[in-house]
């Protein structure tokens, strides 16, 4: 008689994900119908248990694909939400109105790209769709999706039109997604929008089924996306891959007639692009950006704006950035008045401003990065940027205004690298390369300390015993961690001197420093539960009940269904066969007691 685990253990996530692409490449085209009715300001969180069910394809990529559109009454409206069934709440909507458009002052003819995020309304539940949750585990951390936020990609096209009584067709196109996919869904919407303005709805209903019809987002595999005739080829990277270049140069090794699109990376953003009218800066930037401090960007489009905050945030990856940051943010948003307050400190937050009415209200703020207009780095004139200065009252000349100084000698040798490529012309791909590897190498520099003191805090596999908790992490003490750096410290790895010692007290007391702790430690935590199972696992568990009461070996039988059950909720990282070891267990210990107990506890925790 075999006995199985309690339902929450389900399925492994191998299971979850080959049944879903299996399903998500076999169904048939769905249409745009509201898939029954769903309580307001909640999503549909009925699938669990159900199989694939229509939109499930889509839900696993997009929330909701929105037509934004300029009503001379009403100013930006929404009309249109695509599948019809997708909740979005007042504030929602309100916030996706006035962040698709360009702030008034910015005067964007033609298509304009650009992304913004903002926070999703308090109260709604979050969605149960586990399949996201089982491929959310393998990303890097800095690709997991924040369930408070959602990111909007918008594709905005203001043309002239003497039909129109505003004179201008304004409109955009906007992705509503909670994957931090930049430059992915960039690219879907280069694909997608110009024909959507000449075709209108129908061809954004078969755009939505072929998202449907796509594979879910399974990090490391390599995805081919079919999207309105054109085929995407994709790879999502795992937490597993070295940190480096993206892994693209093997998909690109495959020639095949049907790939349109090859997509080198799915998050990444021009750096050198970005950060070239600052670059003599860049790593007092990266110390900024890593310590969470209040920073504005202010642009002349949006564009701008949020491909520079990203490229901000980007800049000290592997480590996440665990602060707000808005790649676009405008007057109309709602946590305007929670950000730009003077009664209390700026906050831990990176701002992408375009209207000049900033300049007054954000003044206060200790960091404001002025640029000019993004063009290709073609010229050394445009890679000379203002001195820093303490300034009082901000000027309108592109610069960083800051009184700010950097714990950390400049890198001359990185300046002179990135100034002779801008003098030989050398294409802004090839710059963002060497600009990437040395942010890479400079985070790794500082973390790889932090990474050696936390894994000390871990307790040895020998004090783990099967009939007791499993031990504690020892506490991290600063001071401790201070006394580590003098023979083990970045400058085993860095070539850049300067007090490291005030840069890392600094970070221990920012939100980068805390969130990426917590994340740490709840790993490490997760690893003890592990190896405390698999300790259980190696007894003889038949010869221990022999020895204990009745009372005792029920007791036993229920704490093992409910590891069994933490195992499988909490993705513990456990051997594969220790969970049917475990299994094996429970049912010989069930079976070694009388019938009645037998039907009790089988019963127990299977519901």
Request: hydrophobic letters at 35%; aromatic letters at 10%; one cysteine or more.
């Amino acid at each position: 008689m075999a006995v199985r685990g309690p339902a929450g253990s389900g399925p492994s996530s191998h299971e979850l994900v080959d049944e879903a692409v299996a399903a998500a490449g076999g169904r048939q085209a769905p249409t745009l119908v509201a898939a029954g009715p769903a309580v307001e300001g909640e999503e549909e969180d009925d699938s669990r248990g159900r199989g694939l069910l229509r939109w499930d394809g889509f839900s696993a990529w997009l929330h909701c694909v929105c037509v934004v559109g300029f009503d001379l009454e009403l100013g930006q409206a929404v009309e249109v939400i695509y599948p019809q069934h997708s909740k979005l709440t007042d504030k929602e909507k309100t916030n996706i109105c006035y962040l698709s458009f360009p702030d008034s002052n910015s005067g964007c003819l033609g298509d304009t790209q650009f992304c913004f995020r903002f926070r999703r309304s308090s109260g709604r539940r979050v969605s149960l769709h586990c399949l996201l949750d089982q491929f959310d585990k393998d990303l890097p951390v800095y690709l997991k999706k924040d369930p408070a936020y959602f990111y909007g990609y918008v594709y905005f096209r203001q043309v002239r039109d003497k039909t129109l009584k505003r004179g201008y067709f304004q409109k955009s196109l906007v992705l509503i997604s909670k994957l931090p996919y930049i430059h992915f869904f960039h690219t879907v919407l280069k694909q997608i929008a110009p024909e959507y303005f000449e075709k209108n709805e129908p061809y954004l209903e078969a755009a939505c089924n072929d998202v449907d019809r796509w594979p879910a987002p399974v990090p490391g595999k390599t995805l081919h996306l079919p999207i309105m005739g054109v085929v995407m080829k994709v790879r999502i990277p795992t937490c597993h891959d070295k940190p480096g270049p993206t892994q693209i140069t093997q998909l690109t090794q495959q020639a095949n007639t049907h790939i349109s699109v090859i997509l080198p990376t799915v998050h990444e953003v021009d750096l050198f692009r970005c950060f070239c009218p600052v670059f003599l800066h860049s790593q007092m930037l990266w110390e900024l950006v890593l310590l969470g401090e209040p920073l504005v960007v202010m642009a002349p489009s949006p564009s701008e704006s949020s491909e520079t905050v990203l490229a901000l945030v980007n800049c000290i990856s592997p480590l996440k950035y665990f602060s707000d940051f808005r790649p676009y943010f405008t007057i109309h948003d709602s946590e305007f008045k929670e950000y730009t307050t003077r009664t209390q400190a700026p906050p831990s937050v990176i701002l992408g401003v375009t209207n000049p009415f900033f300049a007054k209200t954000l003044q206060h703020w200790p960091h404001i990065i002025r640029i000019g207009d993004l063009k290709p780095a073609d010229e050394p004139k445009q890679v000379k940027v203002k001195k820093l200065k303490n300034l009082k009252t901000l000027d309108s000349k592109p610069g960083v205004y800051t009184s700010y100084k950097p714990y950390l000698n400049r890198d001359e040798e990185i300046i002179k690298q990135l100034q002779k490529g801008v003098q030989q012309k050398r294409p802004s791909e090839a710059q963002s390369v060497i600009l990437r590897r040395y942010f890479l190498e400079l985070t790794q520099s500082f973390i790889i300390p932090l990474e050696r003191y936390v894994a000390s805090l871990m307790p040895l596999q020998k004090t783990i015993s099967p009939w007791k908790s499993p031990p504690q992490l020892r506490q991290f003490l600063p001071e401790e961690f201070m006394k580590t750096l003098e023979k083990t410290g970045p400058q085993l790895t860095s070539r850049i001197k300067g007090d490291w010692i005030g840069l890392y007290r600094h970070f221990l007391k920012s939100p980068n420093f805390d969130g990426w702790f917590k994340t740490r430690r709840k790993e490490m935590t997760q690893k003890l539960e592990a190896l405390h199972l698999e300790a259980l696992c190696e007894e003889d568990l038949l010869l221990w009940i022999q020895k204990h009461t009745e009372v005792e070996t029920v007791d036993l039988v229920l704490k093992l269904k409910n590891k069994l059950l933490q195992a499988g909720r909490e993705h513990l990282p456990v051997k594969p066969d220790t969970m049917e070891k475990l299994r094996t267990h429970i049912d010989a210990i069930i079976l070694a007691l009388p019938e009645d107990l037998q039907s009790i506890l089988l019963k127990t925790g299977m519901t």
